[in-house]
């Protein structure tokens, strides 16, 4: 067994499976649309904003939730973004775990040697 033709395989099985058809399919969409672009990067850098807030203080502001709340709310009713958000969150779920799979098969802690104490 090569491992290098193992890993053109699985790159292969993603390259074609749905979830990932599905998100280039709509981020052409978003790419032919500056509104909707522009709606997204909007919402990108709101989500930056939000976990910067979180990791510095706990949690999220008021007004950062707020603003993030209503941002989605108008997203929602945008079909060609609200679709490009869903893809990207499935295909993101399938490379998170796929990413576990193969950090459990190979078994190597890779927090190894970082002091998490404050």
């Given at each position: 067994m090569n491992i290098y033709d193992k890993a053109h395989e699985l790159a292969r099985a993603l390259r074609d499976s749905s979830e990932v058809i599905e998100l280039k399919d709509a981020g052409k969409k978003i790419e032919n649309n500056d509104k909707n672009k522009i709606m997204l990067e909007d919402f990108r850098k709101i989500q930056i904003e939000a976990y910067t807030d979180q990791m510095k203080n706990g949690k999220m502001s008021p007004e950062l939730t707020e603003k993030l709340q209503n941002l989605a709310s108008i997203i929602s009713l945008n079909p060609d973004v609200s679709r490009y958000l869903q893809a990207e969150q499935r295909f993101g779920i399938i490379w998170e775990d796929i990413i576990k799979i193969?950090?459990?098969?190979?078994?190597?802690?890779?927090?190894?040697?970082?002091?998490?104490?404050?």
């Open positions: 193969l950090n459990d098969a190979v078994g190597v802690d890779l927090t190894f040697g970082m002091d998490n104490r404050e």
